[in-house]
């Protein structure tokens, strides 16, 4: 597999703040990765380094291909219009002028307006246009969807899915945990300069500290006095349903006395924490 973004043993200082503490992970080509982190993390700070727009102290960066960057606070003189800015970023990349992108993200007809005149969403599709005026190979978004609609975030989420499709490496910095399960191959997360989880979603969600749901409905009902679960339940709409740390553990505690008591199992739900949850609890443990 080819790299898009390394980064090792990154280190940023403010004086004698340190901001970013030695960190390192890497971005798949053609993978969209997540950085996370509570404000203050050093999630923005990172991006920054990589993009080239702030100095570091230490470490090693390597970025194998051409960079497109949607800063988390974008703006543009607010009398420019939307075909002006256009051709604008068309000449500071020394690029040919290809309206098409325009087209695609739903820009063309209000090619004419100006920016302060736009809307949060088409500001948004504006930026991200930009960002791709020289084809780039890598995105750096920052908050992409950051204030936006559902109907501006589900445009702005299909055309990020297109470009992974192309092979764009795509880096993604967000609050929005719901976007970053949806749309992310591999999340780091940020706390306090470091490092603390790298993997893909799901291996987040199945691991770390929060318990997971089992429910079982049965064709006879099991009994509370049939196990010994300090974190059961009860009955909730004909399933028996318990609070594990173990899902493997209870699991199979439940169907082997099913088994045992030929007791029909008739569905099982399963429900693991979310990736809200478990954010929520690397950001918090500790403090």
């Known amino acids: 597999m080819n790299v898009g973004v390394s980064v090792k043993n990154l280190v940023k200082k403010y004086g004698d703040n340190l901001v970013v503490r030695n960190i390192s992970f890497s971005a798949i080509q053609g993978e969209i990765f997540g950085l996370l982190g509570a404000n203050g993390a050093g999630k923005t700070t990172t991006l920054e380094c990589i993009e080239g727009l702030r100095n570091y102290n230490s470490g090693e960066i390597k970025v194998n291909g051409k960079i497109g960057v949607q800063l988390q606070s974008s ?13 604008l970023f068309c000449k500071w990349n020394k690029v040919d002028e290809n ?38 190979d890598i995105l750096f978004l920052d908050e992409p969807t950051a204030g936006l609609d559902v109907e501006g975030r589900v445009f702005l989420h ?34 306090g300069g470091k490092i603390v989880f790298n993997g893909t979603p799901t291996e987040l969600t199945s691991s770390y500290l929060s318990k997971s749901k089992i429910q079982i409905k049965s064709k006879i009902q099991i009994e509370k006095q049939d196990f010994v679960f300090s974190t059961y339940v009860g009955v909730q709409k004909e399933f028996f349903t318990v609070i594990t740390d173990s899902i493997s553990d209870a699991l199979l505690e439940l169907l082997q006395y099913a088994k045992e008591n030929n007791n029909e199992i008739i569905d099982i739900k399963i429900e693991r924490a979310s990736l809200e949850q478990r954010f929520i609890e690397i950001a918090t443990e500790g403090n």
């Open 99 to 136: 309206h098409q992108l325009l087209d695609s993200f739903g820009l063309s007809e209000i090619k004419n307006n100006q920016y302060k005149a736009l809307s949060t969403g088409q500001k948004r599709r504006l930026h991200l246009a930009l960002a791709l005026i020289n084809n780039a």
């Open 75 to 87: 703006s543009l003189p607010s009398h420019i219009t939307v075909q002006e800015a256009f051709l």
């Open 158 to 191: 299909k055309e990020i899915r297109k470009l992974k499709e192309a092979g764009k490496t795509i880096i993604i910095a967000s609050h929005d945990m719901a976007e970053i399960e949806n749309l992310c191959d591999n999340i780091a997360i940020l706390k």
